[in-house]
């Protein structure tokens, strides 16, 4: 088994910033894609930003691109997510995943990640 925890969400006012951490523990892993996916009130979950192991390739959604950031420190197991210039339809669960196929690189499918955390509230004020 292999657990992910989320931290760093909170209540923040539009304009503001956050960073999310997802810590993994438990089945020693040499590898892993990592990825943020959001689920807003009565909307699908999103696919937010994803991370390849080497953190050389990531990719973000639309609607994030150019303010939030996705990195990762291996040393320390831990994946990112700086979120910058926040809006109020930025207001979701936000959920960490991984995936430790190595048929993967970056998942750009989020039915393909194997490993979920619980989720951290995020939520911007108008």
């Known amino acids: 088994q292999v657990q992910l925890v989320e931290s760093g969400g909170g209540v923040v006012q539009a304009g503001g910033s956050l960073r999310l951490s997802c810590a993994a523990s438990g089945r020693t892993v040499s590898t892993y894609a990592s990825g943020w996916i959001r689920q807003a009130p009565g909307k699908e979950r999103e696919l937010v930003a994803a991370?390849?192991?080497?953190?050389?390739?990531?990719t973000y959604g639309d609607s994030v691109k150019g303010r939030f950031t996705i990195s990762r420190d291996n040393a320390k197991n831990t994946v990112y997510l700086q979120m910058n210039s926040l809006k109020p339809e930025d207001t979701a669960v936000y959920y960490c995943?991984?995936?430790?196929?190595?048929?993967?690189?970056?998942?750009?499918?989020?039915?393909?990640?194997?490993?979920w955390g619980q989720g951290t509230q995020v939520t911007v004020s108008s």
């Open positions: 991370i390849s192991w080497s953190g050389g390739r990531t």
């Open positions: 995943a991984a995936q430790i196929s190595p048929r993967f690189d970056v998942v750009t499918d989020i039915t393909k990640f194997r490993y």
